[in-house]
């Protein structure tokens, strides 16, 4: 079983930044990636970005492209998700999960063992 832990969230202004983390633990070690993802009101679950535990390989979500930047510690098992320049459309909850397919997926339906999410509110 993994658990998957995440945090870092909160209220910012828009042009603000915020890191969010991700903790995994138990059975992490035979994961191949691990991704964000964000839920606005009122809408889907949607990518945001995903890194390889071995290789750091990513894959970014076209929205959030060159503003944010996801980063792992394989010692710490833990996830990263540096967000600068946020946007108000940036407000969502935040979740983190674990995927076994051999790439930096984009795709929910490869994400297992999602964590409960961490709220952030980006105000104009």
């Known amino acids: 079983q993994v658990q998957l832990v995440e945090s870092g969230g909160g209220l910012v202004q828009a042009g603000d930044s915020l890191r969010l983390s991700c903790a995994a633990s138990?059975?992490?070690?035979?994961?191949?990636?691990m991704g964000w993802f964000r839920q606005a009101p009122g809408k889907e679950r949607e990518f945001v970005a995903s890194?390889?535990?071995?290789?750091?390989?990513?894959r970014y979500a076209d929205s959030v492209k060159g503003r944010f930047t996801i980063s792992r510690d394989n010692a710490k098992n833990t996830v990263y998700l540096q967000m600068n320049s946020l946007k108000p459309e940036d407000t969502a909850v935040y979740y983190c999960?674990?995927?076994?397919?051999?790439?930096?997926?984009?795709?929910?339906?490869?994400?297992?063992?999602w964590g409960q999410g961490t709220q952030v509110t980006v105000s104009s």
């Open positions: 138990g059975r992490t070690f035979s994961s191949y990636a």
């Open positions: 890194v390889v535990w071995r290789s750091a390989s990513t």
């Open positions: 999960a674990v995927t076994y397919v051999p790439y930096a997926s984009g795709s929910q339906r490869n994400y297992e063992h």
